[in-house]
Antibody, heavy 121, light 107 residues
Framework: QITLKESGPTLVKPTQTLTLTCTFS??????????VGWIRQPPGKALEWLAL???????RYRSSLKSRLTITKDTSKNQVVLTMTNMDPVDTATYYC?????????????WGQGTLVTVSS | DIQMTQSPSSLSASVGDRVTITCRAS??????LAWFQQKPGTAPKSLIY???TLQSGVPSKFSGSGSGTDFTLTINSLQPEDFATYYC?????????FGQGTRLEIK
């Protein structure tokens, strides 16, 4: 059974750095072709892809946020960490992590439950 | 960036109806198209990938078609649990992009 779960602060202040952890089970990030991505969804709005990391440490970022994002993996702990610097109230959203499935292309097949992050002073 | 445009933005239908949602990409994406269902307060659930392949465990009442720039999601015999918001997503090129969503409501 594949599961993912996001964890991190629910409230951050403007200009602070957000660190989110995705802890997963049921698959390994050392398996060829596998990856984990991060997606966010502001309240009442659509989904927005942020970043992903593959089994071979290949990393991709949303270009408009690239200067603020860092994604890393710890294969032994089954975790992927996303950091986002210089948080702003417009970054208030539910943040999801999702697995990239074993098909051609970065298809996000299994998702975590999401974690709501509010940016406010 | 590839823009994904869904239509309609909202749709009212009755239990038992068949509905179709369309998704258009601003440039060709071959068949690198996925559909997701999202209910309020929950994470998106994957339904279809490769434009037409059902994700494991998804009932056959859901079907997808299309290639290139135009895609459709069809849901047969609507049941109360099908009323949700549906998103298309392209994964042919970075950045991965989603449509704005189609809200399916009970008439």
């Amino acid at each position: 059974q594949i599961t993912l779960k996001e964890s991190g602060p629910t409230l951050v202040k403007p200009t602070q750095t957000l660190t989110l952890t995705c802890t997963f089970s049921g698959f390994s990030l050392s398996t060829r072709g596998v990856g984990v991505g991060w997606i966010r969804q502001p309240p009442g709005k659509a989904l927005e892809w942020l970043a992903l990391i593959y089994w071979d440490d290949d990393k991709r970022y949303r270009s408009s946020l690239k200067s603020r994002l860092t994604i890393t993996k710890d294969t032994s702990k089954n975790q992927v960490v996303l950091t986002m610097t210089n948080m702003d109230p417009v970054d208030t959203a539910t943040y999801y992590c999702a697995r990239i499935g074993m098909v051609r292309g970065p298809y996000l097949d299994y998702w975590g439950q999401g974690t709501l992050v509010t940016v406010s002073s | 960036d590839i823009q994904m445009t869904q239509s309609p933005s909202s749709l009212s239908a009755s239990v038992g109806d068949r509905v179709t949602i369309t998704c258009r990409a601003s440039q060709g994406i071959a068949n690198y198209l996925a559909w997701f269902q999202q209910k309020p307060g929950t994470a998106p659930k994957s339904l279809i990938y490769g434009a037409s392949t059902l994700q494991s465990g998804v009932p056959s009442k859901f079907s997808g078609s299309g290639s290139g720039t135009d895609f459709t999601l069809t849901i047969n015999s609507l049941q109360p649990e099908d009323f949700a918001t549906y998103y298309c997503q392209q994964y042919n090129a970075y950045p991965i992009t989603f449509g704005q969503g189609t809200r399916l409501e009970i008439k």
